[in-house]
């Protein structure tokens, strides 16, 4: 069933967009704004990352660097420059060994963990010199410092190295809370960039793709300041419900609960529900009922504010849909808005509800769009009938998701409640009494989709050659010097099944993952799960898909994957897991 949902949505949409590994950084430690709302802490930049520098006796640098544990360094981002009054002295690096990893951020890198011993070699013989010097580093959990720049004076006749602190033009240092507002407001700035392109890559994901069709098609059934009217309207609703959604997620975890982005697809009920909406959604396209324009913005003869409400509608609802997919730069932007106080957070995700509105306003505004659409007529009928077999299918899907949260039976009675829906909506516009009946029949749907059956359906791992995580189970694994894959995964999760079913889940790669002798563990949060939702937390996120490779050394912190997988990623993990398994069975 999975497989073939996923090769059902993925027809709907272009294909998945791969993630790229660009970034200056996932975010500052620091928290410019106040106390940190929740998630986990990090230790200030000088705290993570301590330096010292020694002058040797044959005028080389040693710098060392004690790196804490679970941070760690970047060494394609160490720079270093000596200078004195004559002017640049070129130097010499020598770097050590460091570990390779595919970063979330960077793709394919080298870092170091608990320390990087550094020697540095002046061309030439200086007496005094300057040695200025960049590092960046990240913790495990998930965020990333911003570049780090440092200043030592130099003597190498006395061979002592004191760092300098930058002082302002009347000869004062600089106090911190200057120097940590910019660096806050700067990574403020580039998470908003990061969610605003998260949230344009979201349009191009499966569970949005039948509700942007249907704002397509009104653009076509209007002139141009319809269009543009209504596009903003429907941007506002993208951004309100994106703040709001993110304003529920901050107040339930700020209560204490343990929840991440797409928490609602977590509630059967909800489920259920969601799936009646597009059904009755599709069967209005279909002619099979009337609603009227003002559901979903179809008519064009509707008045100002009938119309203004169905492209906001419009806007809500695929947001409540888009939700639980995630794409490309939205999970660092979403983490860093999750551990940061609400003000800072909240608009992280208007920034990300306006990149998944733009393309829309764009739309709406390009000369060159409403030129290539075509003019109203006949066929927008058909288009229309059309364009609700996408809605058939996700609810098909949702209805899919709510017997895996609750089993076979649930599912078959809320299926049932579909069909007594279908026939009340049938009824309403047939006559008067017809219309009494109507209404009994929707309440009975409503009453069949309430319905739990008493034998839910079991969660956790239930395919071959995968185990249920568990972090006991992860925990022994561990200490026993197993490699393990940890898959956190969600059967609402398109994006978790779409990296399956074409990844994780091909005979190539359980043979690969048999060969390197890694466990693949499988943490399903379909329902909702305090221990998981912990977990996720734990490693800097607020959603799903999440992808760690963990080697046969407890001591060392697990490889991060990207949200969208290729098998050359997968199966570099692998092999580097592989090597460290090697390294750590040598000594």
């Not at 004195?84 to 890198?109: C, H, K, M």
């Not at 993110?246 to 982005?261: R, S």
């Not at 076979?408 to 026939?423: K, P, Q, R, Y």
Request: some cysteine; charged content about 15%.
């Amino acid at each position: 069933m999975r497989a073939f949902l996923a090769i059902l949505l993925l027809l709907l949409s272009p294909t998945l967009s791969a993630q790229t590994g660009t970034s200056l950084g996932a975010g500052s430690a620091t928290d410019p704004f106040g106390a940190a709302l929740s998630g986990p802490e990090f230790l200030p930049v000088e705290e993570a990352y301590q330096v010292a520098v020694d002058v040797q006796e044959d005028g080389a640098l040693r710098i060392y660097w004690q790196i804490e544990p679970e941070y760690y360094l970047y060494q394609h981002q160490f720079k270093f420059e000596l200078s004195d009054a004559s002017g640049d002295i070129p130097l010499e690096v020598a770097l050590p060994t460091a570990l390779e990893r595919v970063d979330e951020f960077f793709g394919e890198v080298r870092v170091y963990y608990g320390s990087a011993d550094i020697t540095a070699v002046p061309q030439r013989a200086p007496e005094a010199a300057t040695l200025r010097m960049t590092s960046q580093g990240c913790a495990d959990a998930g965020l990333c410092y911003p570049p780090r720049s440092q200043q030592f004076a130099v003597d190498f006749n006395d061979g002592s190295a004191s760092e300098e602190v930058p002082t302002n033009n009347k000869g004062a240092a600089n106090t911190e809370p200057a120097a940590t507002e910019f660096a806050g407001a700067g990574t403020l700035a580039y998470m908003m960039v990061l969610a605003f392109l998260g949230g344009i890559i979201l349009n191009l994901m499966p569970c949005v793709f039948p509700v942007l069709s249907l704002k397509v098609l009104s653009f076509t059934s209007g002139n141009d300041a319809h269009a543009s009217r209504h596009a903003w309207v429907y941007g506002a609703g993208v951004v309100v419900s994106f703040v709001a959604v993110a304003a529920v997620l901050i107040a339930l975890q700020q209560a204490g609960n343990a929840i991440g982005w797409g928490f609602q697809l977590q509630s059967p009920g909800f489920v259920i529900a969601l799936a009646y909406l597009f059904i009755a959604m599709g069967l209005s396209l279909s002619g099979v009922v009337q609603f009227g324009g003002n559901l979903m913005n179809l008519g064009g003869d509707l008045a100002a504010k009938e119309g203004d409400a169905g492209s906001f509608f419009t806007g809500v609802l695929a947001v409540v849909v888009a939700s639980p997919c995630t794409a490309p730069f939205m999970g660092t932007a979403l983490g860093f808005a999750l551990t940061q106080p609400a003000a800072v957070g909240l608009t992280v995700f208007a920034a990300l509800g306006a990149g998944m509105a733009a393309p829309m306003v764009l739309l709406a505004h390009s000369a060159l769009a409403r030129r290539l659409m075509p003019k109203p007529g006949a066929w927008m009928e058909t288009l229309k009938e059309v364009l609700a077999f996408p809605l058939y299918a996700t609810a098909l899907w949702l209805f899919w998701v709510a017997g895996r949260q609750t089993g076979v039976d649930t599912m078959t009675v809320a299926i049932g409640g579909a069909l007594v829906l279908t026939l009340g909506l049938w009824l309403w516009h047939r006559g008067r009494w017809q219309q009494v009946v109507s209404i009994a029949l929707v309440a009975l749907a409503i009453a069949m989709g309430s319905w739990r059956s008493p034998n839910p359906g079991s969660s956790g791992s239930s395919i071959e050659g995968t185990v249920a995580w568990s972090e006991q189970a992860l925990r022994d694994y561990r200490n026993s010097g197993q490699p393990v894959f940890v898959d956190v995964t969600a059967d609402w999760c398109i994006t978790c099944i779409a990296n399956e079913q074409a990844v994780l889940f091909t005979e190539d790669m359980r043979a690969a993952f048999e060969a390197h002798g890694v466990t693949y563990m499988v943490a399903d949060w379909t329902n909702y799960d305090a221990d998981i939702a912990r977990f996720i937390e734990s490693h800097g996120r607020s959603g799903i898909p999440l992808y760690l490779m963990y080697s046969s050394n407890p001591d060392q912190p697990p490889l991060l994957l990207p949200q969208i997988l290729s098998s050359a990623v997968v199966l570099e993990a692998l092999e580097a897991v592989s090597v460290s398994s090697e390294v750590v069975a040598a000594n």
